[in-house]
């Protein structure tokens, strides 16, 4: 598989863009998508995805940088010599025309003669075959949602950009939508660049997840990579939940570094720490709430040996079916946040409860502790 | 003309342009046949008549600017009847029309149902005869003999404005009450569509709402409808005074030369008298007199986005 | 007191109708009175039912002559408003320009004066340049007073129009003119048409500013402004009439056909 094909690559070198009110909404920025892949820009709003994604579709040139697709250099080229396709955000299809017309529509403007049976194969392939003569409007949203879809895949684009497109739809629908994209990108092969605000979306549907965040891109991996191991405490608190507590680097023991958190000793392994660690030096240590296990206070001594540990209090817990969450108060961190799956409940964890928190030090992961240990905590909460 | 935006390039693109600015032009381009018409044809006779308003001379040996502004106070102090006359009809015109069209406005906007279209339609439609036949069948409604004066006359309602002064004798036409009714006919569509377009807006829900805290129906149109409605008002009652207070055409058709407005001595100057200077001093003032008022009144009423 | 409440419940509704027949019943006269054969030169009192007129419509000296005028008037002016009224309109909405607020007051402005000013004003700019009074000088003033109208007309339209129409149209295939005409245009087609029926009603209509600057050229309201004077032939009520019913019943057309069309695709 040397010959891999990679006219579906998307390569930006150094693009940027700046506005005309001095508004820098992308740094400079450098990325690969490889052919075939589905690539998800994740961010909160403004963070610069969209333009990002606006930028590969040429509809905002870039203030600097080239883009790239395949060996084709496509910067200065308008949108409509583009061979790349958007889905855009609450669709944009066009009300005058029927829906049948709105698939054909990027057909015909490159001359192509004999479009039926093209929009018919592609509206069968997102089950509108019987709609084809109604106009927009009269469609619902998850309906009008396939045409936008239909309507940029006919084009057999290299790349198929995909702006928010499920934005509009209810939790339910979004959740079909999502598998069935992912279903429709499997089949066709087309390199996907999906721009999203959620989280899970994201992490359901693609293989390789950007974190923006102001403009830059803060981390960029597959979503396991990404939750299980984050750089930055953007990352770690915009994905998911963490706790994270402040240490001080004690000593290091092979592959592993001692922190002292709070009179106690915590592990974390070198090799997940993205920070520099110098002993006496500061660092965030991070740990995700089901990672933990909670023990009341009387039985800590049964906590096998090995682990890291914390002492707490319960100050909530609420039930929410699949998992109680509970909430403690730590000397080290005021609201740890833990996730105990329901399995077998032990009736002494109550609020008010003392408590032993204790986890692998393997699922431990190290931040640099110059950063705002709540970035990424409030865009979650708006962007839910 | 979008194809000004983007010409073909001759010859191949070099490899490395500028970055270049789609369009820069295109706005002016579209902007300049429009925009110059309305400069040549608008904003330049206002300066001729400017300049006319201060000439002396003759029709035969030709007029020069002298800065003559006494040709403005001879005129103001010559024509002022005409001039108060013409804000007090199209005041009383407008008041009229407010009175008459929100109820209407209100009816399409809110009680209609499924009539709606249909009465939209026939306040559009008598648009489509010719507003000058139109006011000519007031002549047949008003004329002396009529059904409508010799009721107003059993009813004694004649005694009344006859004591006002709005009528003279047995007669509604030729009085100022024929005027003023005509101005308001004429004007009442375009105070109704405005008022309509901003009832129309107003989430039906509010009524409920207020209705829910306790607003009577009359404290609701009060304190809800009323104020929600104000952009529509405003709108409507500069379309109504406006166009009335220079119109010339009712007081010609349906008044008497009692009831003589401004557009009248205007019309009369300019076409008839041919005393170019005082009808343009004249056509001047009124300009800036409607101007100050328009402007005075956008002011107060705070609905300076209208424009 | 059951009387009472009825009439205070709809009062709203009595009060709308009754303005409703204020602004009908000189429609009811003018076609009551194409039926009338009058006695005298003035057509204002009923004498006696006759067709005489609907079986001549042209027959008055000169009144079908200046309705010919008065639509191609008309017509060119529509067409010329609506032209430079759309290009104005799109140019305020998507692009940014300098002088926008002068841009601004002036398409504003004559909207709010009085139309005799503006007639007279412009009669003066005709008379120092030595223009010939006419029909391009109607025609010219009528381009003047129409463009305001279209522009905001169109303006509202082209506003509420999702910029994200035409980035789609462009991210398949349609180049500028492509997209303008493909996309652009139909979905304006609503504002600009409203912009140019406006048009054609105002132009049609106009008596002042055409009265100023026409010269000799006799359009059709300055027939029936001079026909007040001499005498009013039936024949105007017959017009007026025709004109009324060919336009209700055009709307109602267009009103059925369009609720068809939505039944048929539902």
Redesign the interface.
Known sequence: MNTKDTSGDVRLSGISKTYDNGFTAVQPLDLTVPQGSFFALLGASGCGKTTTLRMIAGLEEPSSGTVHLGDQEVTNLPPYKRPVNTVFQSYALFPHLDIFENVAFGLRRRGIKSVKQQVVDMLDLVQLGEQARKKPHQLSGGQQQRVAVARALINHPKVLLLDEPLGALDLKLRRQMQLELKRIQTEVGITFVHVTHDQEEAMTMADTVAVMNAGRVEQLGSPSDLYENPNTTFVANFLGTSNLIEAEVDSKSGDDIVLKAGGGKLVLPEARCSAPTTTGGKVLVGVRPEKITLTPADDAGEIPAGRNRITGKIADSSFIGVSTQYVIDSPVCPEFEVYAQNIDRDSRLRPGADVVLHWNPAHTFGLDAAQDIDAGVDTEEEAA | ???V??APPLAP?PEK?P?RKR?RW???W??L???L???V??????I??GS?SIQTGSLEDGYKVTWHFSTYWDAVSEYWPQFVRSGLYAAAATILCLL??Y??????AF?AGRWR?L?M???I?????????????????L?D?GPVVSALNTLHVLDVTNWLGWTSGDRVLATPLAVVCGLT?NF??FM?LPLYTSLERIDGRLHEAAGDLYAKPFTTFRKVTFPLSMPGVVSGT?LTF??A?????NAE?LGSTDTRMI?NV??TQ??RILD?PT??AL?FV??AA??AM?TIYIRKSGTEDL? | MAVVRWFKRHFVVIAGLLTLGYLLLPNVIVTVFSFNKPKGRFNYEWQKFSLDAWKQPCGVADMCGSLSISLQIAVWATIGATVLGTMIAFALVRYRFRARGAVNSLIFLPMAMPEVVMAASLLTLFLNMGAQLGFYTILIAHIMFCLSFVVTAVKARVMSMDPRLEEAARDLYAGPVQTFVRVTLPIAAPGIAAGALLSFALSFDDFIITNFNAGSTVTFPMFVWGSAQRGTPVQINVIGTAMFLVAVLLVLASMVITNRRNKVKA
């Open positions: 003309m979008a194809a935006t983007e693109a342009k970055p369009g295109t706005p002016y579209l902007l046949p429009g925009i018409w309305l400069i044809f608008f904003a330049l006779p206002m001729y008549q006319t008459l069209g109820p209407l406005a209100y009816l399409i009680r279209n009465i339609i026939l306040v439609a008598p648009f489509f005869t010719s507003f000058l036949i139109r006011t000519l069948a007031w002549k047949t409604i004329a003999s006919y009442l569509p109704v500069l406006i166009p207070a220079g119109d010339y055409v058709l557009g205007i019309q300019f076409l170019y009808a343009a056509s009124l300009m409607i101007l328009v424009v």
